[in-house]
């Protein structure tokens, strides 16, 4: 949500900027702007609409400098138009600002402007913030990074705010509060970002700034001070991450090739964690908190949409398999219903970003009523990283995609492996069970390729068919139950099919008369102890001549007899058959939203990273 791009050093800062903000299109925007520091003056341009708009706004007119920021806005504030577009400039026009987040007092503090004179050309909150600054500064006569450190004491919210000031040539200031900031070091230059993405192509050694952390960066210098004005000295890290991951690589979209990379990625998320010679997993994250895990009274997982799935499927799993009682929250709802926490719970929490911000807030509450906190996520030197007692990353790698592929089945990899070593740590489960699971994870990447390799065409067959419907269900039991919520959420924000996800049982509680001859029905009926009742819901589709399309395993006889349609997978044990269920989903999900034209890796209105409440 909002991308963030800074430069400064010797090379021109315009080229670099826009093609950060390229690389930030995946976390989803509605406009863009840049600020150029030239000489004594700063030169703004901003445009509704995609960094391509703002490129052709921008044709001839000047670029030159070697200090610039930019930005990719999703509206909050405002709606999306060129006059709300950042980067903003102050009533003076000595200072030039872009912010990600939220300044939830930005009202009281706009209306105190206002009665000083102040007159606002958008209708931002931004806006408001940095006019606050500028105003610091001139009634106190102080540094402009005074100015920033005693404003941010005063506003509540979220941030990451970039300001250049044309009196400070070569100097950005940077602050962030729940928002990510990443500042990349390279010979006399510094870049900054929202992710590393923008920096990959200059510098591989990097800073990730914390909470209420104020950054100076000039060309050959980086200070770092917290909101005390005390230095801080600057971790520097070294990223393992190449710019061809970032890239397409022959793709027509980043969600096919992010859906045709799961093999390799759930690969490396097993990769020296799951040593079948040895039966066990080594997962040091656990073992850092393995007496907390081995006697909690109780697991808490929090995460918001598709990990929220992933959650609660690691739900069935570990109670399955561990013999301990999991409760699944939406990180939204949890941190504001008072939960109650105590100091023998453990909260797992789920993201791919690591930055997501109603998880970060409910994990700061209930780290405040003593749980123990496991992060699962995706992004090295995240927040929720950083805040987490214990942890496991993921290795999905970038996910440029908005919609969640390969960061779900990666997430489920970790959170099966997870559920393992607490299980065999527990002693509820036989070392037989233990063994055969193992063995079941350790082939499923071998699987997903065989998906990829048999089913494509089919999968495209059927998507041209039903690709002008205008709703869905997806239904499910047991294990399957997670997956058919997935299932539909990937289709409504690929393809803006209205689709809902039910267990199949509750099908006759109310959704079944929705059923006509209209209504592609998804069933997830992988080989299982539900088959029998699966096909029975099926069979009351029909006889309501509902359309039935269904995800089947290898060697099924009898369902390809009654549905429509059918999309196979590798048989599998049910626990861990949702890693091979749910890519005929995505592939799904895909095709229809290309036969139907539209734009499948930045769907409307949705961001990858949501970082505001």
């Known amino acids: 949500?909002?991308?963030?791009?800074?430069?400064?050093?010797?090379?021109q800062a315009y080229p670099i900027v826009i093609d950060g903000l390229k690389k930030l299109e995946y976390r989803g925007y509605d406009s863009s702007g840049v600020a150029l520091q030239q000489g004594s003056s700063l030169k703004v341009y901003k445009k509704a609409g995609k960094v391509a708009?703002?490129?052709?706004?921008?044709?001839?007119?000047?670029?030159?400098?070697?200090?610039?920021?930019?930005?990719?806005?999703?509206?909050t504030h405002g709606e999306p138009s060129d006059r709300n577009a950042h980067p903003h400039i102050s009533k003076s026009g000595n200072l030039a600002m872009i912010h990600n987040g939220i300044i939830e007092n930005?009202?009281?503090?706009?209306?105190?402007?206002?009665?000083?004179?102040?007159?606002?050309?958008?209708?931002?909150?931004?806006?408001?913030?940095?006019?606050?600054?500028?105003?610091?500064?001139?009634?106190?006569?102080?540094?402009?990074?005074?100015?920033?450190?005693?404003?941010?004491?005063?506003v509540t919210g979220a941030y990451v705010i970039l300001i250049i000031d044309a009196e400070q040539p070569d100097?950005?200031?940077?602050?962030?509060?729940?928002?990510?900031?990443?500042?990349?070091?390279?010979?006399?230059?510094?870049?900054?970002?929202?992710d590393a993405s923008p920096m990959l192509a200059y510098t591989k050694e990097v800073v990730y700034i914390n909470d209420y952390?104020?950054?100076?960066?000039?060309?050959?210098?980086?200070?770092?001070?917290?909101?005390?004005?005390?230095?801080?000295?600057?971790?520097?890290?070294?990223?393992?991450?190449?710019?061809?991951?970032?890239?397409?690589?022959?793709?027509?979209?980043?969600?096919?090739?992010?859906?045709?990379?799961?093999?390799?990625?759930?690969?490396?998320?097993?990769?020296?964690?799951?040593?079948l010679h040895e039966s066990r997993i080594i997962l040091s994250g656990v073992d850092a908190i393995q007496e907390k895990l081995r006697n909690a009274r109780r697991v808490i997982i929090v995460a918001c949409g598709t990990s929220w799935h992933a959650g609660l499927l690691a739900e069935y799993v570990i109670e399955e398999l561990c013999r301990i009682n999991v409760e699944v929250e939406y990180a939204s709802e949890f941190r504001y219903r008072n939960p109650i926490i105590d100091g023998d719970d453990v909260i797992i929490a789920i993201?791919?970003?690591?930055?997501?911000?109603?998880?970060l807030v409910a994990l700061e509450r209930a780290k405040e009523q003593g749980a123990t906190i496991f992060g699962i996520v995706n992004v090295v030197g995240s927040s929720i990283a950083r805040i987490s007692h214990a942890g496991c990353y993921t290795h999905a790698g970038p996910e440029i995609g908005v919609?969640?592929?390969?960061?779900?089945?990666?997430?489920?990899?970790?959170?099966?492996?997870?559920?393992?070593?607490?299980?065999?740590?527990?002693g509820t489960i036989s070392n037989e069970r233990f063994q055969a699971l193992c063995h079941e994870l350790n082939d499923i990447p071998g699987k997903v390729q065989w998906i990829l390799d048999h089913e494509v065409d089919n999968i495209k067959a059927i998507a041209y068919k039903y690709k002008d419907?205008?709703?869905?269900?997806?239904?499910?039991?047991?294990?399957?139950?997670?997956?058919?919520?997935?299932?539909?959420?990937?289709?409504?924000?690929?393809?803006?099919?209205?689709?809902?996800?039910?267990?199949?049982?509750?099908?006759?509680?109310?959704?079944?008369?929705?059923?006509?001859?209209?209504?592609?029905?998804?069933?997830?009926?992988?080989?299982?102890?539900?088959?029998?009742?699966?096909?029975?819901?099926?069979?009351?589709?029909?006889?309501?001549?509902?359309?039935?399309?269904?995800?089947?395993?290898?060697?099924?006889?009898?369902?390809?007899?009654?549905?429509?349609?059918?999309?196979?997978?590798?048989?599998?044990?049910?626990?861990?058959?949702?890693?091979?269920?749910?890519?005929?989903?995505?592939?799904?999900?895909?095709?229809?939203?290309?036969?139907?034209?539209?734009?499948?890796?930045?769907?409307?209105?949705?961001?990858?990273?949501?970082?505001?409440?």
Request: aromatic share 6%.
């Open 171 to 194: 100097t950005i200031i940077a602050a962030r509060k729940g928002s990510p900031l990443v500042i990349g070091i390279g010979n006399k230059e510094h870049f900054l970002g929202s």
């Open 53 to 75: 708009a703002l490129e052709e706004h921008i044709g001839i007119a000047s670029t030159l400098g070697t200090t610039g920021i930019g930005h990719t806005r999703w509206a």
């Open 213 to 275: 952390e104020l950054a100076i960066v000039r060309p050959d210098e980086l200070i770092l001070k917290n909101l005390g004005n005390e230095v801080i000295t600057p971790f520097v890290q070294k990223l393992d991450l190449e710019l061809a991951a970032i890239e397409k690589g022959g793709y027509d979209h980043f969600m096919l090739k992010e859906i045709f990379e799961q093999p390799s990625t759930i690969a490396d998320s097993l990769r020296g964690r799951l040593v």
């Open 351 to 359: 993201s791919q970003s690591g930055e997501t911000a109603d998880t």
């Open 469 to 613: 419907a205008h709703d869905a269900l997806y239904l499910g039991r047991g294990y399957n139950f997670p997956t058919a919520l997935e299932g539909a959420l990937k289709l409504k924000e690929i393809s803006y099919i209205h689709a809902e996800g039910y267990p199949a049982a509750e099908m006759k509680h109310g959704p079944i008369a929705l059923v006509d001859e209209q209504l592609p029905v998804v069933f997830i009926a992988s080989q299982d102890a539900y088959h029998e009742k699966i096909i029975s819901n099926m069979q009351e589709i029909k006889a309501r001549k509902g359309k039935v399309i269904a995800v089947v395993s290898e060697g099924d006889e009898i369902t390809p007899t009654i549905a429509d349609d059918i999309m196979t997978v590798p048989l599998a044990d049910e626990v861990i058959a949702p890693l091979l269920t749910v890519v005929p989903l995505q592939l799904l999900s895909y095709y229809i939203g290309v036969y139907r034209g539209l734009d499948v890796d930045k769907p409307r209105n949705l961001a990858k990273s949501v970082t505001v409440e």
């Open 403 to 426: 919609a969640s592929t390969k960061a779900y089945t990666a997430q489920l990899a970790v959170l099966m492996l997870l559920a393992l070593k607490v299980a065999q740590e527990r």
């Open 106 to 154: 930005y009202a009281q503090i706009k209306n105190e402007l206002i009665k000083e004179g102040y007159q606002f050309q958008s209708d931002t909150d931004s806006e408001v913030l940095l006019n606050f600054i500028e105003d610091i500064k001139t009634n106190n006569a102080c540094s402009l990074e005074e100015a920033i450190r005693i404003a941010l004491k005063r």
């Open 1 to 11: 949500m909002c991308g963030i791009v800074g430069y400064t050093g010797s090379r």
